[in-house]
């Protein structure tokens, strides 16, 4: 934590996050940054649809700008979101039919915007 031995010797800290559903192979897609930069640290992203995915049973409105932005800028493959969504994802979720909803209110407001 900020203050804590590891932020006070090497100027660095990591912030606990609560746990979120991602698709279940998510791992074979992670994507490594900054390779090479740390000696003993390896840093992973996740690909830009788990990430989207990831957002969605909080589904605030900074997740749903994420998604719009994610859309906007990779941009995002609707047809890929929404397979994702239904072999890796919906399973695990607590209320999979309120999701199925929020995945299909992001994916038309994705399409609007891409209207424009």
Same mark, same amino acid.
């Given at each position: 934590?900020?203050?804590?031995?590891?932020?006070?010797?090497?100027?660095?800290?990591? /912030?606990?996050?609560?746990? +979120? %559903?991602?698709?279940?192979?998510?791992?074979?897609? *992670?994507? #490594?940054?900054?390779? &090479?930069?740390?000696?003993?640290?390896?840093?992973?992203?996740?690909?830009?649809?788990?990430?989207?995915?990831?957002?969605?049973?909080?589904?605030?409105?900074?997740?749903?700008? /994420?998604?719009?932005?994610? +859309? %906007?800028?990779?941009?995002?493959?609707?047809?890929? *979101?929404? #397979?994702?969504?239904? &072999?890796?994802?919906?399973?695990?979720?607590?209320?999979?039919?309120?999701?199925?909803?929020?995945?299909?209110?992001?994916?038309?407001?994705?399409?609007?915007?891409?209207?424009?």
């Amino acid at each position: 934590m900020q203050g804590g031995p590891l932020h006070e010797k090497y100027h660095i800290y990591l /912030d606990r996050v609560g746990m +979120a %559903k991602v698709p279940e192979n998510y791992q074979d897609r *992670l994507a #490594e940054i900054f390779p &090479k930069t740390f000696k003993h640290l390896r840093l992973f992203a996740l690909d830009p649809y788990d990430l989207a995915l990831s957002k969605l049973e909080r589904n605030i409105q900074r997740d749903r700008d /994420d998604v719009k932005h994610l +859309a %906007k800028i990779v941009p995002l493959d609707l047809g890929v *979101l929404h #397979e994702r969504y239904q &072999k890796e994802l919906r399973w695990q979720l607590g209320n999979p039919e309120r999701e199925d909803i929020t995945l299909r209110l992001w994916m038309e407001a994705i399409e609007e915007e891409r209207s424009w």
